[in-house]
C-alpha cells in the first residue's frame, strides 16, 4: 500500500497567517491526490481534489499543488472557521490511503 | 440535497460481527462508488472498501479477510459488515459517496455523519 505522510502532524498560527501543510507519497501517484477538512465531531469535508482542483463552494484562500510524490495544501489567509485537521489521501491505486492528518491550532 | 445516514448498533460484543447500514437519500445509488471509512477514536482516517452499484466490490486487504460490504438498490442502502471484531475496531464510522468529478479526479464527496461503534463486552 502507498504511504502517505503529511508534516507537520500539528501547527499552531493566527488568524490572517499563511500556512502550508505537505503531503509525502512512497511512491509517485500523479496527481491523484485530494485534500479533506475534519472539524471535532463533524465528518471529513472535501476541499481538493486532483491534488489542485478547488472544490465548489470552497474559499479561494485554499489551494493545492504538486504531482508525483510532493504535495502541498496553502491556506493564504488564515480564516477562524479553518482551525481543523487536515487530511491527504491518494487515489491512485488502492487501497486508498490517508495521511495521518495535520492539526491546525489557533496561536 | 444528497445524504446519506449511518445506521446501526453502537455497541458490539468482542468475537461478534459489526453491522452497520447506510441509506442514500436525495439521489439514486446507481452509478456511484458505495464506501465505508472509519476513525479510531484520536486517530486518523482508514478506507475499509466500496461496493458499486452493480455489486463490484474492493476491499482494503487489511481487513478483506473480515469485511463484506453489499448494495440492496431497491433500498438505495449499502451495508458493512466486520466480523471477529475486538477493541481495535472501536471506531466512529462513515459511509461516503465517492465520484468521479469531471476535469478533477475522484473524492469522496457526499459524508454520512458517522456512526460511534464501541467493541466491548
Known amino acids: 500500500a502507498i504511504q502517505m505522510t503529511q508534516s507537520p502532524s500539528s501547527l499552531s498560527a493566527s488568524v490572517g497567517d499563511r500556512v502550508t501543510i505537505t503531503c509525502r507519497a512512497s511512491q509517485g501517484i500523479r496527481n491523484d491526490l485530494g485534500w479533506y477538512q475534519q472539524k471535532p465531531g463533524k465528518a471529513p469535508k472535501l476541499l481538493i481534489s486532483a491534488a489542485s482542483s478547488l472544490q465548489s463552494g470552497v474559499p479561494s484562500r485554499f489551494s493545492g499543488s504538486g504531482s508525483g510524490t510532493d504535495f502541498t495544501l496553502t491556506i493564504s489567509s488564515l480564516q477562524p472557521e479553518d482551525f481543523a485537521t487536515y487530511y491527504c489521501?491518494?487515489?491512485?491505486?488502492?487501497?486508498?490511503?490517508f495521511g495521518q492528518g495535520t492539526k491546525l491550532e489557533i496561536k | 440535497q444528497v445524504q446519506l445516514q449511518e445506521s446501526g448498533p453502537g455497541l458490539v460484543k468482542p468475537s461478534e460481527t459489526l453491522s452497520l447500514t447506510c441509506t442514500v437519500s436525495?439521489?439514486?445509488?446507481?452509478?456511484?462508488?458505495w464506501n465505508w471509512v472509519r476513525q479510531p477514536p484520536g486517530k486518523g482516517l482508514e478506507w475499509i472498501g466500496y461496493?458499486?452499484?452493480?455489486?463490484?466490490?474492493n476491499y482494503n486487504p487489511s481487513l478483506k479477510s473480515r469485511v463484506t460490504i453489499s448494495v440492496d438498490t431497491s433500498n438505495n442502502q449499502f451495508s458493512l459488515r466486520l466480523n471477529s471484531v475486538t477493541a481495535a475496531d472501536t471506531a466512529v464510522y462513515y459511509c461516503?459517496?465517492?465520484?468521479?468529478?469531471?476535469?478533477?479526479?475522484?473524492?469522496?464527496?457526499?459524508w454520512g455523519q458517522g456512526t460511534a461503534v464501541t467493541v466491548s463486552s
Open positions: 489521501v491518494q487515489d491512485y491505486n488502492y487501497p486508498l490511503t
Open positions: 461516503a459517496r465517492r465520484r468521479r468529478i469531471p476535469a478533477a479526479g475522484d473524492a469522496f464527496d457526499i
Open positions: 461496493v458499486y452499484y452493480s455489486g463490484t466490490i
Open positions: 436525495g439521489a439514486s445509488i446507481n452509478n456511484y462508488y
